[in-house]
């Protein structure tokens, strides 16, 4: 369900977020993601409204670039979480880059309050810190990543900066 989080009461114990980080850089040609999206600058991401629709425990997954891990730190405590883990996705193929051409990008893992992992039939419900997954289109995140969220961690659930609708989460964003 899409979800305005300007205006909703609703608590979530889930939220998972893809912000569109001020990538810059490249030269002339537009090559990342400002060629697909309108981009946010980082001060604008700290101001949304998270913690209005965090419950008191709450996991967030924070999906961030190489250039924007230490402003993905900032923004997970603005948010109100602390930080627990990075989880890496290794991708099956380089992307843009300078020094360095990018294969990876991190979901930083935070808690508000004292959420633990799930508890399936007596056994403890644990993500891992790496996958691998192939690239597939612009900014779009591997289905293994959802999966493990929703292996560890609550409903309700939200997908901050969604680009489709997915059963059993609600989402806010303009690409939905």
Not at 43 to 65: E, Q
Not at 129 to 158: C, D, L, N, W
């Amino acid at each position: 369900m899409k979800i305005d989080i300007y205006s909703t009461d609703k608590k979530y114990q889930t939220i998972y977020a893809d912000p569109p980080w001020m990538e810059a850089g490249g030269g002339k040609t537009k090559r990342g993601a400002d060629r697909h999206y309108q981009l946010m600058k980082t001060k604008d991401i700290i101001t949304l409204p998270v913690n209005s629709i965090a419950g008191d425990n709450c996991h967030l997954y924070l999906w961030v670039t190489n250039n924007f891990l230490k402003d993905g730190l900032a923004v997970m405590e603005a948010w109100g979480f602390r930080y627990v883990t990075t989880i890496t996705w290794m991708k099956d193929r380089i992307g843009l880059g300078q020094y360095y051409r990018g294969m990876t990008e991190h979901c930083l893992f935070g808690v508000k309050g004292n959420l633990p992992y799930k508890i399936l039939d007596g056994k403890r419900q644990q993500g891992k810190t790496g996958f691998v997954a192939s690239k597939t289109i612009h900014s779009e995140k591997p289905i293994e990543m959802r999966q493990m969220i929703e292996k560890v961690s609550y409903e309700p659930r939200i997908e901050l900066f969604a680009r489709q609708l997915i059963n059993g989460w609600d989402c806010w964003g303009n690409e939905v």
